[in-house]
């Protein structure tokens, strides 16, 4: 069974910095998107940002600016940079690479 793992999550204070992990198989990472979604406390998950096996990134606007995805397809792991964090931030963040989702890794932002 196809497993992604993320990891990097953790508390931290507003406007600080995480960088989200998520690797996968390599029979799946590198011909393949890879996107990150959020589900904050009590609400729907939602898109935060993709990258194209190409590398071609997006971004939902209320991250643009302070989120980064990237992939290192040589170590079949997609990255999510988190900088000046806020506590509207604060939810779990899952990756998604074709129809397998990972674990999910907490993120909290205090205020």
């Known amino acids: 069974q196809v497993q992604l793992v993320e990891s990097g999550g953790g508390l931290v204070q507003a406007g600080g910095s995480l960088r989200l992990s998520c690797a996968a198989p390599r029979s799946i990472f590198s011909i393949n998107a890879v996107a990150w979604y959020r589900q904050p406390p009590g609400k729907q998950r939602g898109l935060v940002a993709t990258i194209t096996s190409g590398g071609t990134t997006s971004y939902v606007d209320s991250v643009k600016g302070r989120f980064t995805i990237s992939r290192d397809n040589a170590k079949n792991t997609a990255y999510l940079q988190m900088n000046s964090l806020k506590p509207e931030d604060t939810a779990r963040y899952y990756c998604?690479?074709?129809?397998?989702w990972g674990q999910g890794t907490q993120v909290t932002v205090s205020s």
């Open positions: 998604l690479v074709r129809t397998t």
